[in-house]
Every structure is written in C-alpha cells, then in structure tokens.
C-alpha cells in the first residue's frame, strides 16, 4: 500500500531513518547515552548488519511491483533453509526435527502461496536476493561483535540502513509529492511503527537471545499474516486451501520451537537481559 504511490527506496530508506532515530531516542532517554557507546568493531557490526536486514527489505519493496505475491512470499519463505545451509557451512548441526520441521513448513508454504505467472527475471532475482541478505545478515548478526544492548544495535542497524538507502533512493526516484495518497502514507506510517519500531527490533532482540534456527521460523508465518490482512483489508477470498496451508505452516512452527535446543550461553543471555532494569 505504501509503494503504491511512494517510491520504494526512498520509502523504505526514510522509514528506518525516522524508526532508527526514535529508537535511539528511547534508548538514551530509558538507557541513557552510553548505551549508544559501542566500539568501532561493533558499529562495524551493526552497519553490516543494517545493509543487510533492512536492504533486504529494500529489494522486496522494489520487487513485489513486479512479482506475484505468492512467489515473493514463496521465495522468502526459504530463509529458514538458507540458514539451515549456513549452519551447516558453518560447522552446525541442526536436530533432525529442525530440519523435518524446515521441510514441512516449506511444503506448507507451497500449499499455502502457489506461485503464479507474470514475473520478470528482474523481479525474481530481486526476491531472492532479499531472502538470500536477510538470511546472511540474520546468521551474521550471531557471530559478529554486536553491541551488547540490542535495541542500541536496533537503533544503529537502522540508521545505517537507511543512510545507504536514502541516497540511492534520491538517484533513482522521480519525486512528485503531491501523487502521494494518504492511503500510502498511512500505510508508510504504519510500518514504520509496527513494522520498525515493533516487528524490526523484536526480531533484533531475539536474534541476540533465541537460536538461530527457531527465529528464522518467522518466514513461516509471514504468508498466514499476509494472507489474513488479505482477507480483511483488502476483502481477499479465504479458501480450504489457505486454511490448510496455515494449519501445516504452524504445525511445522511449533514442531522446529520444539525441537531447537538452547544453548547454555544463550540461556544466560536471556536470564542477564531479564535482569536488566527499564
């Protein structure tokens, strides 16, 4: 809705921008100022990470203008087996219930977002091109040095992201401001709350205190997301199918939340960060 009239990069670029900034607000009023002190490692860290994660995003604004929403939503539903790859290259061994919950959602997905025709090779390699970044940066944020408070690390990760976006955005953008519907900006706004401010630094939170391969289980639930705001935003038929996918999708989810062993120096992360005062 937001990239129906505003241009995609410079959307996306200026909803993180605007969500970094109040993010590090918080932070300093909650935390204060030294919880923005990290070292050069760690915003090195950060900023990696920030190009990666919300320039993933990036890509899948700019691509779903031209792709199916089923296939975008099919192709991003494999980050969790792109991780399970990097786990593997890396020296990990996922449970086999991991990797049968891995495959029964995916098959869940293939029921649940048939892909249909109509994208161009440009916009497919745009899509996997997202999946592909919010994989690595997803894996990498876990075994680079990050800052240690993770809505710090938020607030910096989209800041960086926005920065390399905006003037990108600014190049390959033809502004006519006043073609902006307040459909579009509402919807701007909306994400740069819920999906910054809320969704954005829960999942930063939790890539610094859950596994790897639990969190990645996100992708999973996308689609039934989608799907429902479908049904009651945009009056989207429900069918057995979609039920059905939903059904395995979750199914899948709670079996990989299962299955996924915690590690004894992530337990102690989450027990410190509980500990931590507001």
Same mark, same amino acid.
Request: net charge positive; charged share 10%; proline share 6%.
């Given at each position: 809705?937001? !990239?129906?009239?505003?241009?995609?990069?410079?959307?996306?670029?200026?909803?993180?921008?605007?969500?970094?900034?109040?993010?590090?607000?918080? $932070?300093?009023?909650? =935390?204060?100022?030294?919880?923005? #002190?990290?070292? =050069? %490692? %760690?915003?090195?860290?950060?900023?990696?990470?920030?190009?990666?994660? @919300?320039?993933?995003?990036?890509?899948?604004?700019?691509?779903? #203008?031209?792709?199916?929403?089923?296939?975008?939503?099919?192709?991003?539903?494999?980050? *969790?087996?792109?991780?399970?790859?990097?786990?593997?290259?890396? !020296?990990?061994? *996922?449970? #086999?219930?991991?990797?049968?919950?891995?495959?029964?959602?995916?098959?869940?997905?293939?029921?649940?977002?048939?892909?249909?025709?109509?994208?161009?090779?440009?916009?497919?390699?745009?899509?996997? !091109?997202?999946?592909? +970044?919010?994989?690595?940066?997803? /894996?990498?944020? !876990? #075994?680079? *040095?990050?800052?240690?408070?993770?809505?710090?690390?938020?607030?910096?990760?989209?800041?960086?992201?926005?920065?390399?976006?905006?003037?990108?955005?600014?190049?390959?953008?033809?502004?006519?401001?006043?073609?902006?519907? +307040? =459909?579009?900006?509402?919807?701007?706004?909306?994400?740069?709350?819920?999906?910054?401010?809320?969704? /954005?630094?829960? /999942? $930063?939170?939790?890539?610094?205190?859950? *596994?790897?391969?639990?969190?990645?289980?996100? +992708?999973? $639930?996308? @689609?039934?997301?989608?799907?429902?705001?479908?049904?009651?935003?945009?009056?989207?038929?429900?069918?057995?199918?979609? $039920?059905?996918?939903?059904?395995?999708?979750?199914?899948?989810?709670?079996?990989?939340?299962?299955?996924? @062993?915690? @590690?004894?120096?992530?337990?102690?992360?989450?027990?410190?960060?509980?500990?931590?005062?507001?």
């Amino acid at each position: 809705m937001a !990239g129906e009239t505003i241009p995609p990069l410079f959307a996306v670029a200026w909803r993180f921008l605007v969500a970094g900034t109040l993010m590090a607000g918080w $932070v300093v009023w909650r =935390r204060g100022a030294s919880a923005l #002190r990290v070292t =050069r %490692q %760690q915003l090195g860290s950060a900023a990696l990470i920030g190009v990666l994660l @919300p320039g993933a995003n990036a890509l899948l604004f700019v691509a779903e #203008r031209d792709v199916p929403i089923g296939l975008a939503s099919l192709v991003i539903a494999s980050v *969790p087996l792109l991780v399970v790859a990097l786990r593997f290259a890396g !020296g990990d061994r *996922p449970t #086999r219930g991991s990797l049968l919950g891995v495959a029964i959602g995916f098959a869940g997905i293939a029921l649940l977002v048939r892909p249909g025709g109509g994208a161009s090779a440009g916009g497919l390699a745009l899509v996997i !091109g997202s999946a592909v +970044a919010w994989a690595v940066g997803s /894996y990498l944020s !876990g #075994r680079l *040095p990050m800052p240690r408070d993770a809505f710090a690390a938020t607030a910096l990760e989209m800041l960086a992201g926005g920065l390399v976006l905006l003037p990108i955005g600014l190049l390959a953008t033809d502004f006519e401001p006043s073609e902006w519907t +307040a =459909r579009s900006i509402f919807a701007w706004w909306y994400l740069v709350v819920f999906g910054s401010l809320l969704g /954005y630094t829960a /999942y $930063v939170w939790l890539l610094h205190h859950a *596994p790897i391969g639990k969190v990645a289980t996100y +992708a999973y $639930v996308n @689609p039934v997301v989608a799907i429902t705001l479908g049904v009651i935003v945009l009056d989207e038929k429900l069918s057995w199918r979609i $039920v059905l996918g939903a059904a395995i999708v979750l199914a899948a989810v709670a079996a990989v939340v299962r299955k996924e @062993p915690v @590690p004894p120096e992530t337990e102690a992360a989450a027990a410190g960060a509980a500990r931590v005062p507001d």
